[in-house]
């Protein structure tokens, strides 16, 4: 059953969504905004891969089955405790009839609803997601020690899986490209990506050379030392407004600005 959903709104933008008699939506903790009252609400620890099953229930029934499932939901909790996500979810499921829900991401930007048909996943960077159908699995995928201790971004990424609607917020605007139309890869400020299809390689790459420009780029470019790359055939979202420029901008509002006028390695940002 497709998700009915309208996103409204220019510069906070919101995703109002019309359920259907018994259809269930879920989002993290903290992005809910209104709902009709005939829409029940559920915090759960369990994401929805087993959040549907009855305390004591699956597989085997009993004691057995109930310690499967506390360990499964401890081991969700944990990574999303790595992740730095929140650690709880909100189910929200129309009673007796169609029911509204409204959701918004945290910062001032845009949503996007992606359509999952089972065929591939979706990869999006922390704090992206906002809600999805009960039928869309969420978990975290690491990207690798290496690549994200050289990035500073990356290194955990939320991912989607199954059938059905997610919805997805940035900061700022967004731009759909496809790294195909641009000779196989692009670079972009590791901050700057939202989200990318399964098939496209995510990495993470320094800033030039150990020469004269390479310095030059590191310290007064205002990317510090990497840039991320995405590789290969598929649809990525990029978004115009980091998090950290909006941080130092907010900063320099209040009459704090540590980063100075040359940003990069001079930034004393600590996001």
């Known amino acids: 059953m497709t998700l009915q959903q309208e996103i409204v709104g220019n510069a906070m933008q919101m995703a109002v969504v019309n359920l259907h008699p018994g259809q269930t939506v879920y989002c993290e903790a903290g992005k809910f905004l209104f709902k009709t009252t005939n829409v029940t609400m559920e915090t759960r620890l369990s994401g929805p891969s087993n959040g549907g099953q009855q305390q004591g229930g699956g597989a085997g029934g009993g004691m057995g089955g109930f310690l499967r499932q506390a360990m499964g939901t401890a081991a969700q909790v944990g990574q999303r405790v790595l992740a730095g996500e929140s650690l709880?979810?909100?189910?929200?499921?129309?009673?007796?009839?169609?029911?509204?829900?409204?959701?918004?991401g945290v910062l001032p930007g845009e949503m996007r609803a992606l359509e999952l048909d089972g065929t591939r996943a979706w990869?999006?960077?922390?704090?992206?997601?906002?809600?999805?159908?009960?039928?869309?699995?969420?978990?975290?995928a690491f990207q690798g020690g290496r690549t994200g201790m050289s990035g500073g971004e990356g290194f955990v990424l939320e991912k989607f899986t199954g059938?059905?609607?997610?919805?997805?917020?940035?900061?700022?605007?967004?731009?759909?490209?496809?790294?195909?139309?641009?000779?196989?890869?692009?670079e972009v400020d590791t901050g700057c990506v939202v989200a990318f299809e399964e098939g496209i390689q995510y990495g993470v790459q320094r800033?030039?050379?150990?020469?004269?420009?390479?310095?030059?780029?590191?310290?007064?470019?205002g990317e510090g030392l990497s840039l991320a790359t995405l590789e290969g055939n598929g649809r990525v979202i990029l978004q115009s407004l980091t998090i950290e420029s909006l941080a130092n901008a907010l900063k320099k509002a209040q009459g704090g600005d540590k980063q100075g006028p040359t940003g990069g390695l001079f930034s004393t940002h600590a996001g």
């Open 88 to 104: 709880a979810f909100q189910y929200f499921t129309s009673q007796g009839g169609e029911g509204t829900v409204g959701f918004a």
């Open 123 to 140: 990869f999006a960077e922390k704090d992206a997601f906002v809600a999805a159908e009960s039928t869309v699995n969420f978990g975290i």
């Open 163 to 186: 059938h059905g609607t997610v919805i997805i917020a940035g900061a700022g605007n967004f731009i759909d490209l496809n790294p195909a139309d641009f000779g196989g890869k692009i």
């Open 207 to 221: 800033i030039g050379g150990l020469n004269r420009q390479g310095i030059m780029n590191m310290v007064f470019g």
